[in-house]
């Protein structure tokens, strides 16, 4: 009977221990997924946010690229664009004004830190916004297509990203608030998510591919 009631208690602290507030509130990362276009010669981002992210509202994106002689970054989602690093050191433009006279450097963008893929150029990407009032910047929230807005919140996905490039090199940073819509900043900036990118199955095919030729021809 003794060891009856010991197997009866050992199930029901096993079965509790599944459910422990801890693991019922874990959050999920958000993450990037990464597409070669043969056709086009680009690399193509889809950053993804999930419904329970750890994370706000998604309103910057940096990707550590490679490249050896024209970096050239596009997008069609409405959000804002630079090469890192395509004519100066990254440094050097991680230190310059994104956009505009009254805008913020990329490194005060994100939270002041300094550039994170040591001399690596990069594609980088940003939801435009204003400065309504001394050190206070808001965001832009209107497109004309769906979501009908440009973060990218909880629960959404965003494509579009592109990168004319070398080749993948798949570190990335993304920039969060917890409301575009309403929320404001100042130059102490914005906190950051960094990751590395998933290859989608036949990107990795490629770059496997590629790698067996280098070998063979070594």
Do not use: C
């Amino acid at each position: 009977m003794q060891k009856q009631a010991f197997f009866f208690s050992a199930i029901v602290i096993i079965i509790l221990g599944s459910f422990s507030p801890t693991a019922a509130l874990a959050l999920s990362n958000p993450y990037v997924i990464e597409k070669y276009n043969e056709e086009l010669y680009r690399l193509e981002y889809t950053v993804v946010n999930p419904s329970d992210s750890i994370t706000g509202d998604i309103v910057g994106f940096i990707i550590e690229v490679d490249f050896d002689y024209y970096l050239r970054v596009q997008n069609d989602n409405g959000w804002q664009d630079k090469a890192i690093g395509r004519w100066n050191l990254p440094a050097d433009n991680w230190n310059s004004n994104m956009l505009g006279d009254n805008s913020l450097t990329w490194s005060e963008f994100f939270g002041g830190m300094d550039y994170p893929f040591a001399d690596s150029p990069a594609a980088a990407y940003f939801v435009n916004y204003q400065e309504v009032s001394p050190n206070t910047f808001e965001f832009d929230w209107e497109f004309h297509s769906p979501p009908y807005h440009l973060p990218i919140l909880p629960g959404e996905s965003r494509d579009s990203f592109y990168a004319y490039v070398d080749g993948p090199a798949s570190q990335f940073l993304l920039a969060y608030i917890n409301d575009a819509e309403n929320g404001t900043f100042d130059d102490t900036g914005l906190p950051s998510f960094q990751g590395e990118a998933v290859p989608e199955p036949s990107t990795l095919f490629l770059l496997s591919f590629g790698a067996m030729l280098i070998r063979r021809k070594r």
